[in-house]
């Protein structure tokens, strides 16, 4: 299984938890040493990235329970994406009421108007609170403030998510491989049917 991957499957056993009361979790025990009152959205991350054993891919290895410094750390490192165009396991902070990177999520999909991801410390639908739950969020593109890219290696897999006009015929010319392929890697049968937001494996 490669890294991302591992990080979501992860991710999607934690979905449902919720702390109690209010900011007292596993997450910030873990990760203080102790009980603590504190926001955890990005604690959730970086606990995500050391159960997988992929310390060194969040923060360095080290520790922040900051999303400004955590965009900061990967801006430097030269990986965030300047058309906040996120992708499958890729770190999206969100902009709430005009606060900047208040919040982030780790990505499962994008379709090219709404990002889905799994957060630590949200709300149901429809409330950007701190919620004190982990839940998968679907939410428009216009919260999305910006997106990190952490230095995944040892899969050399590519995902696409299909957008409103794609065919796989357009998707296999853009990657440069036969269609075909994509529909096989994906068991994709006649008559080829895809759907927006549908995670497509291209190689």
Known sequence: MNQIEALLDLAKTQIGYKA?????????LEYYGKESGQPWCVVFQWWLFKH???????YGGNKTASCGTLYNYYDKQGRTIKNNVPQRGDLVFFEFNGVAHCHVGICESYDG???????GNTCEEGNEANGMQVLRRTRGKSCIWGVARPAYTGSDEVWYTVQKGDTLSKIGKQFGV??????????IKPPYTI???QQLRIK
Request: glycine share 2%.
């Open 20 to 28: 109690n009361p209010d900011n007292t979790n596993k997450y910030n």
């Open 113 to 119: 108007k709404y990002v889905t991801t799994i957060d």
């Open 195 to 197: 759907y927006v937001g």
């Open 178 to 187: 036969p269609w075909q392929s994509i529909a096989l890697l994906n068991k």
């Open 52 to 58: 997988c054993k992929l310390s060194k891919l969040f």
